[in-house]
């Protein structure tokens, strides 16, 4: 399932994986966690820590160091209950805070999400929070930002995973992408392969967290759900091939794609559904 963290009433983060059940109700993920956390320097420069997932500052190709900084996370971490199968909300008003991370981990800076520039959960899971600090601010206090990959990874690519909200780290190398996923009412185009087995057994607290190339540093994708068991498309998200074919694989994690957000960058500074050859699903109406 979805895997956002549980806010408990204690102040510790929660340690289950989100499963979005009857009533918004979240529960456990279900699957090993089999890799230890990877927690070299350098590893968290860039990530964030939002209430209950992860998310990593990302800066376009020809932004401004007086433009306002950008998180990337996933659209089902900035609304309870969650968006809906064909939901979009641009430009809503936020109030959120982001805690911002060094490369060891640290809290380097504590901003504030002002704007909720982009959410869907359609085609793929992504979410745009734009903050009130500028990446000129972001320098001065030591937060790098992260670049996206014009494209996404192919089988056999080396990843890593690092989780912000737990600063720690997985890696592992992934296994191809799914055709289509489907989870509940949300369907989800091109999801990246991330083998629990491998070394990718994500927990709640990693959604939202960059799915990072190892060999480019680039962010490739955005971690978002995960095998747990149960019925499949429901509790545990499912995988459809081309000929229609549907299948649940056991001990399997996902990420959703982040390339398409570079397809629509106004001259590669402003991101804007309106341009040509935006991929992304626009509102309805």
């Not at 963290?5 to 102040?11: F, G, K, P």
């Amino acid at each position: 399932m979805l895997v956002a963290a549980v806010r408990r009433a204690v102040a510790v983060p929660g340690a289950a994986l989100v499963a979005a059940v009857i009533g918004a109700v979240l529960g456990a993920l279900l699957a090993p966690v089999g890799a230890s956390a990877v927690t070299a320097e350098g590893r968290f420069a860039g990530t964030a820590r939002l209430p209950g997932c992860s998310g990593a500052v990302v800066r376009w190709p020809a932004a401004l160091d007086t433009d306002r900084a950008v998180v990337l996370t996933n659209g089902h971490c900035v609304r309870q209950p969650f968006l809906g199968a064909r939901e979009v909300v641009v430009g809503e008003k936020r109030w959120t805070r982001v805690e911002l991370l060094d490369g060891r981990g640290r809290v380097a800076l504590v901003a504030r999400a002002v704007r909720l520039q982009y959410a869907s959960m359609y085609r793929t899971d992504v979410a745009l929070l734009r903050l009130r600090e500028t990446y000129a601010d972001l320098a001065g206090r030591g937060v790098t930002p992260l670049s996206l990959a014009a494209e996404g990874p192919s089988r056999g690519d080396r990843i890593r995973i690092p989780s912000g909200y737990w600063t720690e780290q997985r890696a592992c190398t992934t296994s191809g992408t799914a055709y289509r996923l489907h989870e509940r009412e949300w369907d989800w185009w091109r999801s990246i392969r991330l083998p629990a087995r491998d070394g990718c057994a994500i927990r709640g607290g990693y959604s939202g967290s960059p799915i990072v190339s190892r060999k480019t540093g680039l962010v490739v994708g955005v971690a978002n759900t995960g095998y747990v068991g149960g019925r499949r498309c429901i509790d545990s998200a499912c995988e459809e091939n081309r000929s229609g074919r549907v299948v649940m694989r056991r001990h399997m994690n996902y990420g959703q794609q982040t390339s398409w957000l570079l397809g629509c960058l106004d001259a590669g500074r402003t991101f804007d559904l309106d341009v040509t050859g935006c991929r992304l699903p626009t509102p309805r109406g």
